[in-house]
C-alpha cells in the first residue's frame, strides 16, 4: 500500500544520499580530464554527469540488485552505464535544435556551458562510455551477464524504446495524440529506461526472464507514474526547486497525461500506478522496502 | 608489394560490390519504417545508412574474418554495426554546429533532409542499433565474443577514439597542431574504427590478442595511410565524384598531413605506409589477398 509520506522515508533518504555519492565517484574515476584538446568534451561530460539528478535510476538498479544479493559494485556500476545513457539523453534534448533549454538540474545546459559541438559530443561519449562500463569484467565476471545487459540497455535506449520517444515527443507539437498515444509515447521515452534500471538489478541477480515479471509491472507502472507526476511538477512545480524551466508543454500545446485527463484525474491516474507497483510487489518481504520507498517517491517527489 | 594498379583489382571489385549489397540489404531489414511517429527517424536512419558509402569498414571485418573462416552472416553483421558507428558519426559530423556540411555520399546531409532534430537522434538511433546488433546471438552464438567485439567497438567509438579524435578535429582550426598531433588525431578520428573494423574480424574467428600483431599493425599503418588520401583528395579531388564539399581543410586553416608535409612528401608517405601493411600481412599466404588489395585501395580510391 501506499505509505502516504510526503518526506522521503528514512529508508529511501539515507539511499538516495548514498547512490548520489556512489554515482559521482563512478564519473569522477572514469572521466579523468586528458591534457590534450579533448579538454572541453571531457570538461563538458563532467559538468553534465556530475553532481545532479536525483540518481532514480542507478537507485532501482541498486535497490532491485539488493533483493539478489548482488555485489554493490557490480549494481552501482550497471546503475552508472543506464546513467551514461540518461544524461546522454539530456544534453542532446536541450540543443537548440531540440527542446532548446538554457537550464538543467539548476546549471547551464552543456551546449550553452561549452557550445553546441562540444555538447554534440560529450552526448555521444556518454552514450558509448554506457557501453564500455557494461562490457567491461568489473562490471560482472560473467560474460552472459554483461552481454544481457548491454542488449537490454541498447534496445530501451534506441529507436524503440527513449529515443523512439523522443521522437514521438517532438512531432507532439504538431500533432494532436489521443491517450492511448500519449501512454505509449512516455512507455518509450521515460519507461524504456526506467524498466531498464530495474531489469538490470535482476539481469545482475540472475532471475531468469519467467521469474521477473514482478519486478517488470512494477517498473512499468513507476515508469508512468514518474511521467505524469512530471506533468503535474512542470505544471505547478517550482522553477527554483526544478533547476530547470517548466510550463514548456503547456506553451507548445503539446497533448500531455495533464491536458488529456485534467489535474485531478492525471494525480488520481499517478496513486493508482503506484498502488499498483505495490501490488507487484507483494512476493517480497521487507528486503524490498526501498523499492516500495521509491515507488511513493516517485509520486511524492518536488523536483 | 604494392600492386601499382589504379584501377580495383579483379579480388577487390566483385568483394566491394557484394559487401555493398549485404550491407544494404542488413540495414533493409533493420530499420523498417514504423506506422507511427517515428516515421523521420526511419526514413533518416535509412536515408543516411542505405545505398551509399565505400562499405571499407565491413569489407575490412569480413575480409579479416575470411582469414579464419568465420561464418559469413557473422561478419556482415559484426561488420554492419561498426558501420552504423561510421554513420551515426557522419550524421553528427555534417551537423551545423560541426562541420555544417549539405552534402554526403552524393545526396544532401540528413539534417538538410529531415531536420536537425531528426538528424542528431537518427544518429543517436544507428549508434545504438550499432551495440543493439552486436549483442545479438545472431551475429555470435558465444557471448565470449560478442562481448568482446561490444568493448572494442565502445573503445573505437567513444572519447578514446573517434568522438575524441573529432574533438580534436574541431579545435584543430584554432590551434596550431604538429605532425605528431595530427598523427594522433587521425589515429583516434579514422584509424580507431578501421582498427576496430579488422579487428572485429579477429575477434570473430578467435585469434587471442597475441596472435593480432600482425593485423593489427596493417590496421593502423592503412589507417593513417587512408587519412593521407583523404587529405589528398580533399585538395585534389573531384566533388561530383566524391559526394561532398572538398577543399574545407584549407579553406578552415587546419593542419594536415598534407599542410605540414607537403602533397609529394605526404604522398611518399602514404605509398610507405601501404608497403608497410603489406609487411605486416607477410605470415599470410593468398588468403590475405584481399586485404592486399584493400590495403592499395585505400591509397589509389578517387572517392
Known amino acids: 500500500m501506499i505509505a502516504g509520506v510526503t518526506a522521503p522515508s528514512a529508508l529511501l533518504e539515507p539511499a538516495l544520499r548514498d547512490i548520489a555519492v556512489e554515482v559521482d565517484r563512478q564519473f569522477d574515476q572514469l572521466l579523468p580530464v586528458p591534457d590534450d584538446a579533448r579538454g572541453d568534451l571531457y570538461h563538458a561530460m563532467r559538468h553534465s554527469a556530475i553532481g545532479g539528478g536525483k540518481r532514480l535510476r542507478p537507485l532501482l538498479t541498486t535497490a532491485t540488485a539488493d533483493l539478489f544479493a548482488v555485489d554493490r559494485t557490480c549494481a552501482v556500476r550497471a546503475g552508472t552505464a543506464i546513467e551514461c545513457i540518461h544524461v546522454y539523453s539530456l544534453i542532446h534534448d536541450d540543443l537548440p535544435a531540440m527542446d532548446d533549454d538554457d537550464l538543467r538540474r539548476g546549471k547551464p545546459t552543456a551546449h550553452k556551458a561549452f557550445g553546441e559541438a562540444a555538447a554534440i559530443l560529450a552526448g555521444d561519449c556518454l552514450h558509448d562510455l554506457a557501453f564500455e562500463i557494461l562490457a567491461d569484467p568489473e562490471t560482472h565476471p560473467d560474460p552472459f551477464v554483461r552481454i544481457e545487459l548491454v542488449a537490454d540497455l541498447a534496445r530501451a535506449a534506441g529507436p524503440a524504446g527513449m529515443a523512439g520517444g523522443q521522437m514521438m515527443d517532438l512531432k507532439a507539437e504538431s500533432e494532436q495524440f489521443d491517450l492511448a498515444t500519449v501512454t505509449r509515447l512516455q512507455g518509450m521515452k521515460t519507461g524504456a529506461l526506467i524498466a531498464c534500471a530495474v531489469?538490470?538489478?535482476?539481469?545482475?541477480?540472475?532471475?531468469?526472464?519467467?521469474?521477473?515479471?514482478?519486478?517488470?509491472?512494477?517498473?512499468?507502472?513507476?515508469?508512468?507514474?514518474?511521467?505524469?507526476?512530471?506533468?503535474?511538477?512542470?505544471?505547478?512545480?517550482?522553477e527554483a526547486l526544478a533547476g530547470k524551466a517548466l510550463r514548456k508543454d503547456a506553451e507548445a500545446g503539446k497533448e500531455t497525461f495533464l491536458s488529456l485527463l485534467g489535474i485531478d484525474r492525471a494525480r488520481e491516474q499517478a496513486r493508482m500506478l503506484v498502488d499498483q507497483a505495490h501490488q507487484h510487489l507483494r512476493s517480497y518481504g521487507t528486503e524490498a522496502d526501498l523499492l516500495r520507498a521509491i515507488a511513493d517517491y516517485v509520486l511524492e517527489r518536488r523536483k
Chains 1, 2 share one sequence.
Do not use: M
Open 199 to 238: 531489469e538490470a538489478g535482476a539481469i545482475l541477480g540472475r532471475v531468469p526472464p519467467e521469474g521477473r515479471t514482478g519486478l517488470r509491472g512494477y517498473a512499468r507502472d513507476i515508469g508512468l507514474a514518474f511521467q505524469i507526476a512530471d506533468d503535474l511538477l512542470d505544471a505547478e512545480g517550482d
